[in-house]
Structures are given as structure tokens and as C-alpha cells.
């Protein structure tokens, strides 16, 4: 499980798709800017974007290194789950996360 507020980005990005359950705060912007510096992914981010939205949907966020906000990579199911009381109750990752585990 891994919880994501702030910029989550290139190798960050691809190190969040290799958890299971993904939840960001409102605030987390998401984007693959390696084309922006003319490399490439190197976790196997590609495969597990188009494994969770599609292999066109991966293509686009592959190739034009924009960055897209939380609720667009929920809508797009690549994170499960976009959390918006983490930043207002000034909660942590694990804090805010901890709703989802079970003892």
C-alpha cells in the first residue's frame, strides 16, 4: 500500500504502480517526465500503466509528460482511491492510510 500527497513523479511514479493499493491526497499530481529528458522508464513503469488504464491511455501519459491530478488517475483506475481529509487533518501517509487495513 502505498499513500502519495505532493508530486509524484518519473521513478516515483513508477515505484507507487509496484504497490497494490495506491491512495493520494487531493494535492498529488502525477506525471512521467522522463521523454521530457529524453530517457526512458526503467521500473517497467510503461507496462503497469497500460496493465491499470489501457495501452493508450499509458501512451499519452508516456508521451506528452504532462501532469494530471489525482482524481484523473482514479477516474483512469490507475490509483484506487483519491483521499481528501489527509491534508486538512494534517495526517501523514500512514495515518491517512491506516482507514484501509484491517487487524
Given amino acids: 500500500m502505498v499513500a502519495v500527497q505532493g508530486h509524484c513523479l ?3 511514479l513508477e515505484l507507487a504502480l509496484l504497490a497494490d493499493i495506491v491512495v493520494a491526497g487531493e494535492s498529488a499530481r502525477f506525471a512521467q ?3 521530457r529528458i529524453g530517457t526512458t522508464t526503467l521500473l517497467g513503469g510503461a507496462q503497469r500503466l497500460a496493465e491499470r488504464a489501457g495501452p ?3 501512451r499519452q501519459i508516456i508521451f506528452d509528460g504532462d501532469n494530471y491530478t ?3 488517475f482514479a ?3 490507475i490509483i ?3 483521499h481528501s481529509g ?3 487533518r494534517n495526517q501523514s501517509g500512514p495515518e491517512c492510510v491506516s482507514g484501509y487495513c484491517r487487524p
Fill in 10 to 12: 518519473a521513478a516515483g
Fill in 75 to 77: 477516474d483512469w483506475n
Fill in 70 to 72: 489525482a482524481q484523473q
Fill in 80 to 82: 484506487n482511491h483519491v
Fill in 33 to 35: 517526465v522522463e521523454r
Fill in 56 to 58: 493508450a491511455r499509458a
Fill in 86 to 88: 489527509c491534508v486538512e
